[in-house]
């Protein structure tokens, strides 16, 4: 369920609080006071019950905040944009969206309690380059970048038909080494890190959808290993990175290159026979009007 919306009402002389709340499924929706077609409607102001009512079976409804606070158990606060971070004050981020894929044997490496293997999960860069602004929350400490990453599991939804649940996802941050600060394309690889703590990590390793945290950290660059929590757990993702002030972000991985030789020109006399009879077996014959 999602609650966009509270508003505060008249009741029968008194201060009553609703809640808007959204099944995304769309399908059920709550039908005790306050629902669609609750007798509770019949005491509200005409004006106001014609704003706030909704008839249509869209997942959408109104409850009562105590009936809210009975009903559920478990909160769960999303940020919508990034600009919803700071209270009462608007602020524009900057965002980078990087795509990426854990695949068994090459890019599923599991968290850091697997070293052996940690080091070949997918890796992206962020460089931090200006402090916050004074007075930005920051109580006397150090100053610091404040940023928030978030990671998202792909087309886990539709996955569920084929019997594959959410996988147990999170990240980890690291400094970059000074031997690595400044170059582009660099995978940091088993040793550096078995060597090095990370810097900031997210709050858990959970299989939901997403995992997001809001970190704070001094100017530098940084190395964002997302990963499932154990090896070899195949899976899409999408890593967003918000920054409040200018940073930069690049993926990081080793550069693959081949040398090959020159390509060698037949004539067709130098074409095998068994090959030109094969070729026609499977390009079937020439048509008027097509190019040979």
Known sequence: MAA????????????LGLIRMRNPWGEVEWTGPWSD??????????????????KMEDGEFWMSFRDFL??????E???????ALQARKFRKWNTRLYDGTWRRGSTAGGCRNYPATFWINPQFKIQLEE???????????EPGCSFLLALMQKDRRRERRYGKD??????????????HVGQSGVHLKREFFLAHASRARSEQFINLREV?????LPPGEYIVVPSTFEPNREGDFVLRFFSEKKAGTEEMDDKIQATLPDEKVLSESEIDENFKQLFKQLAGPVRAGQGR
């Open 37 to 54: 077609s609750s007798p509770e409607w019949h005491a509200v102001e005409p004006a106001l019950r014609q704003q706030l009512m909704v």
């Open 131 to 141: 402090v916050d602004d004074d007075g930005d929350e920051a109580g006397g400490r």
């Open 212 to 216: 997001s945290t809001r970190l704070r």
């Open 70 to 75: 009975r009903e559920f158990t478990r909160l």
């Open 77 to 83: 606060i999303c940020n919508l944009t990034p600009d």
């Open 166 to 179: 959410m996988e147990t996802i999170g990240f980890a941050v690291y400094e970059v080494p000074p031997e």
């Open 4 to 15: 966009p919306c509270r508003r505060q009402i008249n009741y029968r002389g008194q201060s």
